[in-house]
């Protein structure tokens, strides 16, 4: 049943919704478009998902592992902390916030991917350390400054930024972070592989495209600061072959050739970009 507290959210959120201005209809278009994509994408596999989430450094897959756990290290401490993860899907993530200390609210415009995101919680014993909610970053119901961080993986690159940074900024704490693991899109061999090469867990569709630097460096004009870390250059081909260290080889490669060639990072696949209030 729910709590008075819970009642008085529910409220404010409804309250803030009202209050928010229409978006154009070229961005609600958008919008529905990839609700119906994640609809889809998430229904196929949602009778195979396995709901349980094992958490520790091996939890991430091997060709994102550094990354994502660079990610979860910019948002800090989160014991005590109020998180918005954004494009939050079946909640995966959400999962391992929760575990670092937070209360994740996890968000997605699939109605069916944040289903099973409740089912997660849930079967991971923790639907009273987080909730799932279908909505749009480029119109999110919440309150201003009312989360402590924001996290995403690999979704700036599918919203409309103009309207989508201003809400992120917007329900942000004063100093707090918003960290997004993203793919780039700035290296045209790794494009043309995106388009024509199969591979393991191939997902985006033809002509689907990461960030640019100068989109990174137009959004973080809302910020006080921004920081890029860009990671996999020859190791992006650690998703063709199965690698069991923590830091694989090519990794350790990535490491001298962008210390001896700076300029080569740009053709990196994966960046983490941390906004800071």
């Given at each position: 049943m729910p709590t008075n507290v819970?009642?008085?959210?529910?409220?404010?959120?409804?309250?803030?919704?009202?209050?928010?201005?229409?978006?154009?209809?070229?961005?609600?278009?958008?919008?529905?478009?990839?609700?119906?994509?994640?609809?889809?994408?998430?229904?196929?596999?949602?009778?195979?998902?396995?709901?349980?989430?094992?958490?520790?450094?091996?939890?991430?897959?091997n060709d994102l592992r550094a990354a994502m756990l660079y990610s979860?290290?910019?948002?800090?401490?989160?014991?005590?902390?109020?998180?918005?993860?954004?494009?939050g899907g079946t909640g995966w993530h959400a999962?391992?916030?929760?575990?670092?200390?937070?209360?994740?609210?996890?968000?997605?415009?699939?109605?069916?991917?944040?289903?099973?995101?409740?089912?997660?919680?849930?079967?991971?014993?923790?639907?009273?350390?987080?909730?799932?909610?279908?909505?749009?970053?480029?119109?999110?119901?919440?309150?201003?400054e009312s989360f402590d961080a924001v996290y995403g993986v690999a979704v700036l690159h599918h919203l409309d930024l103009p309207h989508a940074i201003p809400a992120i900024h917007r329900v942000l704490k004063p100093g707090g972070r918003a960290v997004f693991l993203e793919p780039l899109s700035e290296n045209p061999l790794l494009d043309f592989v995106r388009d024509y090469v199969p591979y393991p867990s191939k997902k985006s569709p033809f002509g689907h495209r990461g960030l640019k630097h100068a989109t990174i460096d137009e959004a973080a004009r809302s910020f006080r600061l921004t920081e890029t870390r860009r990671f996999y250059l020859t190791s992006m081909a650690n998703r063709l072959i199965s690698q069991q260290t923590s830091i694989t080889p090519l990794e350790k490669l990535d490491e001298l050739l962008i210390a001896r060639f700076p300029k080569l990072h740009r053709y990196c696949r994966t960046a983490v970009v941390t906004f800071e209030k």
């Open positions: 819970d009642r008085n959210y529910r409220q404010q959120v409804e309250e803030t919704s009202s209050a928010l201005p229409d978006l154009p209809e070229t961005v609600e278009s958008h919008i529905e478009h990839e609700r119906a994509r994640y609809d889809a994408q998430f229904g196929k596999r949602r009778e195979n998902e396995n709901l349980l989430v094992k958490y520790g450094t091996e939890f991430a897959p979860f290290d910019q948002l800090g401490d989160l014991r005590g902390k109020r998180v918005l993860e954004i494009g999962i391992m916030l929760i575990h670092r200390g937070a209360y994740v609210v996890t968000t997605d415009v699939s109605p069916v991917g944040v289903e099973v995101a409740r089912e997660r919680l849930i079967v991971n014993g923790m639907e009273q350390q987080g909730e799932a909610e279908v909505v749009a970053a480029e119109k999110m119901p919440f309150e201003n």
